[in-house]
């Protein structure tokens, strides 16, 4: 009987995470996608325009800081003039669907 509580109790925490994998993976297509790409490329139409990097070169993963990924996502990046080259999306996200997130662009890596 204890086994199969435990059992049970493995495959609803299993549940919760392939939930959490598919909110992340919602919030890239919804927010993300359209500059980074499906791929984390950076092969769209305003990914190009804004010269995102591709995510899924190792050296550009090498030169990006966890810390500094949070912050780009919380507060956003500008441009030289000030202007959003991508907003802030600190409002959007709690903390851990950022560091959700930023795992997402890790796993981009080839
Ligand atoms: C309007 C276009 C746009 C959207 C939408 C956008 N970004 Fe960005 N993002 C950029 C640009 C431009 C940069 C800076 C160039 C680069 O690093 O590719 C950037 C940089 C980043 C970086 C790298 C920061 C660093 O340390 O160099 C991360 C991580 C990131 N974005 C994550 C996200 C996530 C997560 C979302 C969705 C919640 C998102 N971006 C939505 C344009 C966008």
Same mark, same amino acid.
């Given at each position: 009987?204890?086994r199969i509580?435990?059992l049970?109790?493995?495959?609803l925490?299993v549940?919760?995470t392939?939930v959490?994998a #598919?909110?992340?993976?919602? %919030?890239?297509e +919804? @927010?993300c996608r359209?500059c980074?790409?499906?791929?984390?490329?950076g092969d769209t =139409?305003m990914?190009?325009k804004l010269?995102?990097k591709?995510?899924? #070169?190792a050296?550009?993963? %090498?030169?990006? +800081? @966890?810390?500094?990924?949070?912050?780009?996502i919380?507060?956003?990046?500008?441009? =030289?003039?000030?202007k959003?080259?991508?907003k802030?999306?600190g409002?959007?996200?709690k903390?851990?669907?950022i560091k959700?997130?930023?795992?997402?662009v890790?796993?981009?890596?080839?």
């Amino acid at each position: 009987m204890k086994r199969i509580l435990l059992l049970g109790a493995c495959l609803l925490l299993v549940g919760a995470t392939v939930v959490r994998a #598919d909110d992340t993976k919602d %919030a890239w297509e +919804k @927010d993300c996608r359209k500059c980074h790409g499906a791929e984390g490329k950076g092969d769209t =139409k305003m990914g190009k325009k804004l010269e995102v990097k591709d995510y899924s #070169d190792a050296a550009v993963q %090498a030169a990006m +800081k @966890d810390p500094e990924m949070i912050k780009a996502i919380k507060e956003g990046i500008k441009d =030289k003039e000030g202007k959003d080259r991508m907003k802030a999306y600190g409002e959007t996200y709690k903390d851990d669907q950022i560091k959700a997130l930023v795992a997402y662009v890790r796993a981009f890596k080839k």
